[in-house]
Structures are given as C-alpha cells and as structure tokens.
C-alpha cells in the first residue's frame, strides 16, 4: 500500500458505525494499569519510541503518499477539521465552520493566533494557498482531486476562508482534514526541490527535531500548538525494517510501542516479563490486504484468469494459517459492519476445478503435462511482488504460491525494499501482481484508487483499472449527500468488483499493538488507539527519558 495507503491520512466524509462494528470494538483488548497509575496526574516529560519498517519519503502533506512519511506529517501539520472518536467531523485549525442550505459553500473561522513552526502566523491566505496547490493539476499530488471540485475560494479576513463548490460533494467538509500548508515557504517553490520535505514547518502539536537518515527521525513538543504542549517531550521513531529484530527491541525496552505480527501477538501472551511492561491492544483495523493484478499484462487483462485465481485461493486458509484467525474476510474495499459494505458479496468460493476450467477456457492449459498450463508454448510463470518488513504479506505469498501451482500457475514471488517498490515497481507499473494493502479511509469515496483517471504515475490506481460503469456510480456516490443513494451506488460498485476480480480481496486484519504500561490515556475508539496522543504522559517515577535532548543518541 501505499498509503499504509498509506492512503490513511486521505480521509473523506462522516461516517455512522452500525452496531456491528461497534461491537467488534468492544473486542479491544487491554490490560488493565496498576489502579497507582490510573490516577497519576498528568506530567509533562519523556518520549514515546515506535518503529518503522520503511523511512519517510517526503515531509510535505501533498507529496507524503506512503506510511513513513504520513505518520510524520499527520504530527506536524493539521488541517481545518478532524475526525473525532465517534467519527464525527469537528473543528482543528478552524474554530468553527458553516455549510450553506445548498450544501455549495463552507465558510471556515480560524482559531486566532496560529503560528508555524518558523515563528510566522498562520491566516485565511495559507488555506487558500492551500486550495490552489493542491487544485493545480502540474502538483504531483494524489490527494488533489476533491479540491479541483471548488469552483472558487476567497480569503477576505486572516481568520475567514470561504470555499464555493460547483456542485454538492459528500465528502467536501471532510476533505479539508488534509493538512494546510504554509503559503511564505512553499508559494512560487518547486515540491521537488523544496527543503520542506526534509525540514517541515509545520503548526501540529510536534514539530521536526532531527531525522537520522536510515537510523531514526525525532519530533519534540510543540510549545506553540494551540491547544497546548503535548505533555511527551517528544516522538521516536527508529527505522527497523524487520519486524523479528522489532520485537527484540521491544522485549528490551529499546522501544516503547509495536505494531505486532500474529506470531508475536500470540508469543506476547505466553511472555510474562513482556506482559509485565507492557499492554496489549486488539480492534479490527480500517485495512484490508488484497492480490492486485497489472491489468496492462496481456495474461491478466482476460477476467476469466482473474476469476480462475480467485476460485483458487482459499481465504480461511489465508487468514487462519496467515494470520492465525485475527481477522476477517475481505470481500470489498469497504470495512465490514461499515454502513458502505455490501453484505451480500460473499468471497468466491474455494473450487480449483473451477479455476482450472475458467484457465482453459482462457486458452491456457497444461499440454506437456509438466503440471503448469501453458500457451502458445509458453508456462504461465505469474511474479508477485511486495514489500520487505511485512511477515504476513510474505506468508500470505507463500499460500498463494502453493494454490496457484496446485492449478497449474507458476508463481514467483519477489520481496523488495519498501522505498524501491513504490518508486521502481509500482510507480512505474513495473510488476504483473502484488500483495499490498489499503488503509481504508473513513468515507467511502473511491475515485483516488479506483476512477480511471487515476493512473497515471505517481497516482493511485497503478493497477490500471478501467470501466465506465464504475467510474459513473463513483461520480453518483460522491457527489449527493444522500446516503441511501450513496449505499446504491457502492454496492452495485461492490458487485461489479466481484465480477472483474480488479484485486482479489483478502482479508481485514486486526490491528495488533504492544505499548509500555507507564504510557497513560491510551484508548481504544473507533479511530484507533492513538488519536488522544497529545494527551498521554508518563508519571515522573517512571520517566525514563529525563533530558529529550540527548533522546536521539539513545
């Protein structure tokens, strides 16, 4: 994925939890703080240490298109609303905010004395610098189309910016969750050139200390954030590109916090040293892991070897040897028990005769009898890709491989570095298959990944999907705020995925995650667990990093 999709941080409309996702939350599970901690006072002091298995990219919000980067800059910078823990759009930058009867216009009050990182004030001109970035189709960004949208935008007071729609957008209010950017540094620049993507400025409540290229970037409390300093000094994050070495580290104490693989959610429950320090959090996760097929490759273009794949795989098998039973199946690009999820989209059923007769009817078929199918003399030798650091991407390789060969498809599968498979593989269209991820966002707009104009480099449907009919519903479900239509929309879309087999969806995993017990405010929410981040502290007996500035030669 890119964007975790590394899209995590391109959020879209409000969205209502149904009572089955509500109670999947309530699976969360944490254990419990001595009751002495619970009800320490908060302090100011320490830091957090994570890791990471792939290094930012790039600091500035509209090029920050993977993980690294959007973890990053999701501190440093803000935008005019958030989500919050009940998934309702309020206030960030903006004080307030009014959306006219027609739904056309929304006028935004800024908070009054803003300031950037560099000490300059942050006004109504940075939105609408903002605006005009983002909307401007030589940006490189893939995060620009719901501002080409705003047919005009005025900023007629530093507190007051004004953004007139050319006709209703779902997820227009949502939409300016995305990071504003500071006029002063980046106005008349070139994005690629500019030292922003190295050094950010942003107005966040942490802001860049230091960034050790391939060992660590450090980011230290903002004073000047509006609601207050963070009560941490500070955020660690260290570049361990492997999750085996991670776990080691956290077992030591070397970090404070871990997105954990099945195995080490299992082996963290038998550890009674580990669970002495340390809490454990389980919730389904806003992601989905899927196949992705080249649609540009000759072989893949035919549905019918995309359907014989699907009947191939089985996804119980996947999700019970893969990721020993903590998740669910993925049918769709929508979280299940989300109110855009089409229940009736039950996953193909696992039928390898099925599949070989889809495969010969595609001209494919084993005439050497060597246990591959062939044609025109040539095995059909499928290569998948993904990314290093990711056990269970590369497991769920390994399945698949066995499946495929048990239909007579060769596979190959190939782990690259996470940097070089975004810009040499999947940039470039350079691959047949691959086992990525998406971070589902919080509306259920598709058009970044999935409208047919989005292919081009650099954009998000690197699979090179293209049908009329989906990028007509897409247009239907965006652009009415009724979400009755929106659902007919997004499950006819659902159905026609099922048929064109684009991905072969997966699975929806359960996000995993260890964190030190001196860490207090942690709270599992329909966001996830860190969304109150500004609000954790670490009572002072149990401090462990005394003087920050010294944290990054740690």
């Not at 659902?494 to 087999?501: A, K, L, S």
Request: hydrophobic share 40%; net charge negative; aromatic share 10%.
């Amino acid at each position: 994925m890119r964007k975790s999709f590394d899209f995590g941080h391109n959020l879209g409309g409000g969205v209502k939890l149904t009572l089955t996702l509500a109670s999947l939350l309530i699976l969360a599970l944490t254990l419990a703080l001595p009751v002495s901690q619970s009800w320490a006072q908060p302090v100011t002091g320490d830091a957090l240490v994570d890791a990471s298995i792939g290094e930012a990219n790039n600091l500035i919000p509209a090029l920050a298109s993977d993980t690294g980067s959007s973890a990053v800059v999701s501190q440093v910078y803000l935008g005019l609303v958030k989500y919050d823990r009940d998934l309702n759009i309020i206030p960030d930058l903006a004080e307030s905010f009014t959306v006219s009867e027609d739904q056309l216009t929304i006028a935004f009050q800024l908070r009054p004395n803003l300031i950037w990182g560099d000490g300059q004030p942050l006004t109504a001109q940075d939105c609408l610098f903002t605006w005009r970035l983002m909307s401007d189709p030589k940006t490189p960004t893939p995060y620009g189309e719901p501002f080409t949208q705003i047919a005009s935008a005025q900023a007629p007071d530093d507190l007051t910016f004004i953004v007139n729609y050319k006709r209703p957008l779902a997820r227009a209010l949502s939409s300016w969750s995305f990071n504003i950017m500071p006029r002063h540094l980046l106005e008349g620049r070139d994005l690629a050139t500019s030292p922003l993507a190295r050094r950010p400025v942003g107005v966040g409540p942490f802001r860049l200390k230091s960034w050790e290229a391939g060992e660590r970037i450090t980011l230290e409390a903002n004073p000047n954030y509006y609601k207050g300093r963070p009560n941490l000094d500070g955020l660690i994050t260290k570049q361990i590109p492997d999750p085996a070495t991670q776990f080691m580290e956290l077992k030591t104490g070397a970090i404070d916090q871990m997105n954990l693989t099945p195995d080490q959610w299992l082996e963290a429950q038998g550890d009674a040293e580990l669970m002495k320090n340390y809490n454990l959090y389980r919730f389904p996760d806003f992601a989905y892991s899927y196949l992705g097929f080249n649609l540009q490759d000759p072989r893949l273009a035919d549905v019918r070897v995309r359907q014989a794949i699907a009947y191939a795989l089985d996804k119980e098998e996947i999700i019970e040897g893969v990721v020993l039973g903590l998740g669910q199946p993925a049918n769709g690009p929508f979280k299940p028990g989300t109110w855009a999820h089409n229940p009736n989209i039950k996953p193909y059923p696992f039928d390898p005769k099925k599949a070989q007769a889809l495969l010969a009817e595609a001209g494919w078929v084993d005439t050497d009898r060597d246990g591959y199918v062939d044609k025109n003399g040539q095995r059909f030798v499928l290569t998948i890709l993904t990314n290093q650091g990711n056990v269970t991407r590369e497991r769920t390789g390994l399945v698949i491989q066995t499946r495929l060969k048990d239909v007579g498809i060769e596979v190959k599968l190939r782990v690259i570095e996470w940097a070089a498979f975004l810009k040499e593989y999947i940039d470039k269209k350079a691959f047949e298959a691959i086992i990525m991820g998406w971070t589902i966002p919080l509306d259920p707009d598709l058009f970044d990944v999935w409208n047919s104009t989005k292919t081009k480099p650099g954009e998000l449907n690197f699979i090179s999907y293209k049908n009329e009919e989906v990028d007509r519903l897409i247009d239907e479900g965006r652009f009415t705020l009724d979400q009755a239509k929106r659902k007919l929309a997004y499950d006819r879309i659902q159905e026609i995925f099922y048929q064109d087999v684009p991905y072969v969806f997966l699975y929806v995993p359960d996000s995993l995650v260890a964190l030190n017990k001196r860490f207090i405010g942690p709270e599992v929410t329909a966001l996830g667990l860190a969304d109150n981040l500004v609000d954790w502290y670490v009572p002072k007996n149990l401090q462990i990093y005394k003087q920050f500035s010294v944290i990054s030669q740690k």
